[in-house]
């Protein structure tokens, strides 16, 4: 499967962006997938995640402005951002568990995109 991020771009403090994840060589609609944020200098953080029946997951401090959605239809995966902070500013990517449809932790997925840069200005 090859995964396909984009959406990103460069954003003022408190406005908002949707980021997209499309998938091709496979559906998605059967496996779990993931939103993961890097910053310069950071590790890799878990984002928020979606299994195959549509529940959703996040990272504590990033629920209530971030959400998570999938079109399964069109084999993609969707985050929804708003109330950007200058600290959201980074590569994020998205990902799969191209095993599983539930989600139960983040490392547990196997298949990455190549990354889409957010840069949010104060």
């Known amino acids: 499967v090859q995964l396909q991020a984009s959406g990103g771009g460069l954003v003022q403090t408190g406005g908002s962006l949707r980021l997209s994840c499309a998938a091709s060589?496979?559906?998605?609609?059967?496996?779990?997938s993931g939103w993961f944020r890097q910053a310069p200098g950071k590790d890799r953080e878990f984002v928020a995640a979606?299994?195959?029946?549509?529940?959703?997951y996040y990272a504590g401090p990033l629920e209530g402005r971030f959400t998570i959605s999938r079109d399964n239809a069109k084999s993609t995966v969707f985050l929804q951002m708003n109330s950007l902070k200058p600290e959201d500013t980074a590569v994020y990517y998205c990902a799969i568990d191209s095993q599983r449809g539930a989600y139960y932790y983040p490392s547990q997925f196997d298949s990455w995109g190549q990354g889409t840069q957010v840069t949010v200005s104060s």
């Open positions: 060589g496979r559906t998605l609609s059967a496996y779990a």
């Open positions: 979606i299994s195959s029946r549509h529940d959703t």
